[in-house]
Nanobody, 116 residues
């Protein structure tokens, strides 16, 4: 079992920055990849960024060059640094992972609102 808790969301002006955190607990030894997803009202959930235990990363085209995902294994925490935020980035952001048995685990989400 894995538990994920997001934090760091809030209200920010367009062009501003936020840093989201995802703290993992439980059977964290089984985690290889942690993903950040987001979902706006009435929209499909989309993958924003992913990071492996070794530090390899991948990003959606819509956030590439603006967002940075990183992983601190000693703190069991993944971060999403979001710069140059746009109103289109407004959404609930979720962290997600799968274990070695391919079970899915989701955090409860943290709200990000970017004003224009």
């Amino acid at each position: 079992q894995v538990q994920l808790v997001e934090s760091g969301g809030g209200l920010v002006e367009a062009g501003g920055s936020l840093r989201l955190s995802c703290a993992a607990s439980g059977s964290i030894f089984s985690i290889n990849v942690i993903n950040w997803y987001r979902q706006a009202p009435g929209m499909q959930r989309e993958l924003v960024a992913a990071v492996t235990r070794s530090g390899r990363t991948n990003y959606a085209d819509s956030v590439k060059g603006r967002f940075t995902i990183s992983r601190d294994n000693a703190k069991n925490t993944v971060y999403l640094q979001m710069n140059s935020l746009k109103p289109e980035d407004t959404a609930v952001y979720y962290c997600h992972t799968t274990d070695w048995a391919f079970n899915d685990y989701w955090g409860q989400g943290t709200q990000v609102n970017v004003s224009s």
